[in-house]
């Protein structure tokens, strides 16, 4: 199974500020790396997906990078709403897997 | 307007059978695959396993023969079981679907199962 190793796990922001989260598969998995907003009681949200294309809704203060095994997740322009858990995901093959997360909270 | 829903027990006894059920409403189980996908208390995700569109499912190895997934399309519901439950079990469960290539881009809000002894 591919792992993916996902940093930092922890991150204290400020709104107005920009935020980078990484996330490193143990083997190339080409463009197809997805990102994932969790917070409390809403479903999780995809943001992201083959790592750059941004999903219907998505506002544009994100971006996604990167190829093969190191990718990256941007928020720029931090609102409120933005802070929470982000998880990245693998969708290159079978088992599908995610990192372990990325808790943004308010510094 | 697209939704899924988790239904199922609170809580399932040690070595016993789980079920829950996912909903879904505002698409067609024939034109979309649904996931599901667990997460322990303060632990990350996992995919379990898929129903695709076409009837076929698909296993995370790591729950070798204890899981099976199928679907009822017309009551646009899919199931899930899962036997010879552990207390490492205890977990939310997540049913997601997906067009395609495993970007799932709606989820239900999970059923939390805890498995007591």
């Known amino acids: 199974d591919v792992q993916m190793t996902q940093s930092p796990s922890n991150l204290a922001a400020s709104p107005g500020e920009s935020v980078s989260i990484n996330c490193k598969a143990s083997?190339?998995?080409?463009?197809?790396l997805a990102w994932y907003q969790q917070k409390p009681g809403k479903a999780n949200k995809l943001l992201i997906y083959s790592g750059s294309t941004l999903q219907s809704g998505t506002p544009s203060r994100f971006s996604g990078s990167g190829s093969g095994t190191d990718f990256t997740l941007t928020i720029r322009n931090l609102e409120p709403e933005d802070f929470g858990l982000y998880y990245c995901?693998?969708?290159?093959?079978?088992?599908?897997?995610f990192g372990a997360g990325t808790k943004l909270e308010l510094k | 307007q697209v939704q899924l829903k988790e239904t199922g027990p609170d809580l399932v006894q040690l070595t016993q059978t789980l079920s829950i059920t996912c909903t879904v409403s505002?698409?067609?189980?024939?034109?979309?695959?649904v996931h599901w996908v667990r997460q322990p208390p303060g632990k990350g995700l996992e995919w379990m396993g898929a129903?695709?569109?076409?009837?076929?499912?698909d296993y995370n190895s790591a729950f070798k023969s204890r899981l099976s997934i199928s679907r009822d399309t017309s009551k646009s519901q899919v199931f899930l079981k899962m036997n010879s439950l552990q207390t490492d079990d205890t977990a939310k469960y997540f049913c997601?679907?997906?067009?395609?290539?495993?970007?799932?881009?709606?989820w239900g809000q999970g059923a939390s199962v805890t498995v007591s002894s």
């Open positions: 505002g698409f067609s189980l024939t034109t979309y695959n």
């Open positions: 997601a679907r997906s067009v395609a290539r495993g970007v799932m881009d709606a």
């Open positions: 129903m695709w569109n076409g009837g076929g499912t």
């Open positions: 995901q693998q969708h290159n093959e079978y088992p599908n897997t």
């Open positions: 083997k190339s998995i080409s463009k197809y």
